[in-house]
C-alpha cells in the first residue's frame, strides 16, 4: 500500500496509507481526516470540487489528463501545470511517496 503525503488548505501534512484500486479522491477525502475536500459529485467527473496538486510525481505514474478533466480544471482558480482532479487518478504502487496539496476554493 503506497504511503501518500496529504496536505491541507492550511497547510499541515498527514500520512495517509492509500490502498490499491480506491481513487486518489476517495483516500484524501474518506482517510486523510481533513475535510478540505468536498468532492460533491462523488467522483463522476462534473463538478472539479476534488482539485488538487500534485507534487513529487515522476512522469508516467500519473494517468494521462483526459479531455474532460482538462476541460474543468480550466475554470478551476488556481490550476497550475501540477493541477489534477483527484476523482481521475487510481490509486496504483507508483504513487508511494508523492505529495497532494488540496486546491484551495475559488
Do not use: W
Request: proline letters at 6%; hydrophobic letters at 35%.
Amino acid at each position: 500500500m503506497p504511503i501518500i503525503t496529504v496536505i491541507s488548505r492550511a497547510g499541515e501534512e498527514r500520512q495517509v496509507a492509500a490502498e490499491i484500486g480506491r481513487t486518489l479522491m476517495q483516500v484524501v477525502r474518506d482517510d486523510s481526516g481533513f475535510e478540505d475536500l468536498v468532492a460533491m459529485c462523488g467522483g463522476c467527473l462534473s463538478c472539479a470540487t476534488c482539485h488538487v496538486h500534485v507534487e513529487g510525481a515522476a512522469e508516467g505514474v500519473l494517468p494521462p489528463l483526459g479531455p474532460d478533466e482538462d476541460d474543468l480544471l480550466t475554470g478551476s482558480p488556481g490550476r497550475s501545470a501540477s493541477s489534477r482532479l483527484s476523482c481521475q487518478v487510481p490509486i496504483t504502487e507508483k504513487l508511494e511517496g508523492i505529495r497532494v496539496r488540496i486546491a484551495d476554493e475559488g
